[in-house]
């Protein structure tokens, strides 16, 4: 885990990009944002207001952070224009009104929501990524990104990722990296989904975890072996997810549909899909569901002694991602190097 973590924060400190911090409130957050800037990973700017931020941190040394007061900011107007423009012609569906009927209600709104304000100065180019979720649910810092960032050329789908490290050698895993993808954000994704998750993927584990990605599009079925088409699809759904992903991204090792073992053990692989660029070596593993993939990272965790890192948020036009209600502020500071690094 430290080697995969060094590797990404050396990376991070190469880049000096700029990483907005919402949630100026949580201590935790404080506390990263001062030693990511001490550890040289990323200029961080906090948003909230400086004297409150000093009160609740008082031991907190904030030399070299940018902290923000988005309720005196000369910008403010200028971000809710841009929010005004995004959504004009948007209906709130409980009210049946317009969602802002002015920039003024703009204003008013995103003075309420700072992972809002924070998004639209990613979308105005004032800083180059966003991190949230310390103290805010997983919707709350998705919505502002779906909604002003919006996803990637060619992606249509928002997905999360666990770049997944192992605490000792394994045969099936010679590189000690992998990554699992979705297991946190997609509930049923259709096939069309699933190949964009394992081309985010992709990316993912070449541009974050440093290793060329073999991805296995996992199911109970390897090849065409088994079937459940008269009841839930769910092989056909990852064979049409393998085409698509394979028209889409043609230079991409990219194959399946794989049993696990079929995707990492060379004598199964050999065996099952002897012609397959992918099968027996595979170390990007897209799951059908996130049933699977919520599972499938946590057993790797508590029985295969993997830690976790993640989940990283992929396929937006702009980087933004979502930390865990639970995070330490070690936790804060490894996503703002992450978050640096997609900003390349």
């Given at each position: 885990m430290s080697n995969v973590l060094e590797n990404i924060k050396s990376k991070a400190s190469a880049l000096s990009k700029c990483i907005v911090l919402p949630e100026g409130e949580d201590s935790r957050v404080v506390v990263a944002a001062a030693q990511a800037v001490k550890e040289k990973l990323a200029k961080?700017?906090?948003l909230g207001n400086l004297d409150e931020i000093k009160k609740n941190n008082p031991d907190v040394d904030l030399t070299g952070v940018t902290v923000i007061d988005p309720v005196t900011n000369a910008k403010t107007r200028d971000y809710a224009e841009i929010l005004f423009k995004a959504r004009e012609g948007k209906i709130n569906k409980k009210t049946g009104l317009p969602e802002y009927a002015d920039v003024d209600a703009a204003v008013a709104s995103i003075l309420k929501d700072y992972t809002m304000y924070a998004a639209l100065m990613l979308k105005a180019g004032d800083v180059d990524g966003l991190v949230s979720g310390a103290c805010?649910?997983?919707?709350?810092?998705?919505?502002?990104?779906?909604?002003?960032?919006?996803?990637?050329p060619g992606i249509n789908t928002v997905s999360s990722s666990f770049i997944m490290v192992a605490d000792r050698e394994n045969k099936y895993n010679p590189d000690g990296v992998a990554v699992f993808a979705d297991c946190a954000i997609n509930i049923e994704p259709d096939a069309q989904q699933i190949a964009d998750i394992a081309i985010s993927s992709a990316e993912t584990a070449k541009n974050i975890a440093g290793i060329e990605p073999r991805v296995?599009?996992?199911?109970?079925?390897?090849?065409?072996?088994g079937n459940d088409d008269k009841f839930f699809k769910s092989v056909p759904k990852m064979q049409e997810a393998t085409k698509l992903a394979k028209a889409a991204a043609p230079d991409l090792k990219l194959d399946g549909e794989f049993q696990f073992?079929?995707?990492?053990?060379?004598?199964?692989?050999?065996?099952?899909?002897?012609?397959?660029p992918v099968a027996g070596n595979a170390n990007v593993f897209i799951f059908?569901?996130?049933?699977?993939?919520?599972?499938?990272?946590?057993?790797?965790?508590?029985?295969g002694g993997y830690m976790a890192l993640g989940?990283?948020?992929q396929g937006f036009a702009k980087p933004i991602n979502d930390l865990s209600r639970g995070c330490s502020s070690d936790d804060v500071i490894a996503v703002i190097a992450i978050t640096a690094l997609q900003a390349q």
């Amino acid at each position: 885990m430290s080697n995969v973590l060094e590797n990404i924060k050396s990376k991070a400190s190469a880049l000096s990009k700029c990483i907005v911090l919402p949630e100026g409130e949580d201590s935790r957050v404080v506390v990263a944002a001062a030693q990511a800037v001490k550890e040289k990973l990323a200029k961080v700017v906090l948003l909230g207001n400086l004297d409150e931020i000093k009160k609740n941190n008082p031991d907190v040394d904030l030399t070299g952070v940018t902290v923000i007061d988005p309720v005196t900011n000369a910008k403010t107007r200028d971000y809710a224009e841009i929010l005004f423009k995004a959504r004009e012609g948007k209906i709130n569906k409980k009210t049946g009104l317009p969602e802002y009927a002015d920039v003024d209600a703009a204003v008013a709104s995103i003075l309420k929501d700072y992972t809002m304000y924070a998004a639209l100065m990613l979308k105005a180019g004032d800083v180059d990524g966003l991190v949230s979720g310390a103290c805010h649910s997983t919707a709350n810092t998705l919505r502002p990104g779906l909604q002003v960032i919006k996803t990637a050329p060619g992606i249509n789908t928002v997905s999360s990722s666990f770049i997944m490290v192992a605490d000792r050698e394994n045969k099936y895993n010679p590189d000690g990296v992998a990554v699992f993808a979705d297991c946190a954000i997609n509930i049923e994704p259709d096939a069309q989904q699933i190949a964009d998750i394992a081309i985010s993927s992709a990316e993912t584990a070449k541009n974050i975890a440093g290793i060329e990605p073999r991805v296995a599009m996992l199911s109970f079925s390897t090849m065409g072996s088994g079937n459940d088409d008269k009841f839930f699809k769910s092989v056909p759904k990852m064979q049409e997810a393998t085409k698509l992903a394979k028209a889409a991204a043609p230079d991409l090792k990219l194959d399946g549909e794989f049993q696990f073992d079929a995707a990492v053990a060379p004598e199964v692989g050999k065996l099952k899909a002897p012609d397959s660029p992918v099968a027996g070596n595979a170390n990007v593993f897209i799951f059908p569901n996130i049933n699977a993939g919520n599972i499938g990272y946590k057993i790797a965790q508590r029985f295969g002694g993997y830690m976790a890192l993640g989940p990283i948020c992929q396929g937006f036009a702009k980087p933004i991602n979502d930390l865990s209600r639970g995070c330490s502020s070690d936790d804060v500071i490894a996503v703002i190097a992450i978050t640096a690094l997609q900003a390349q």
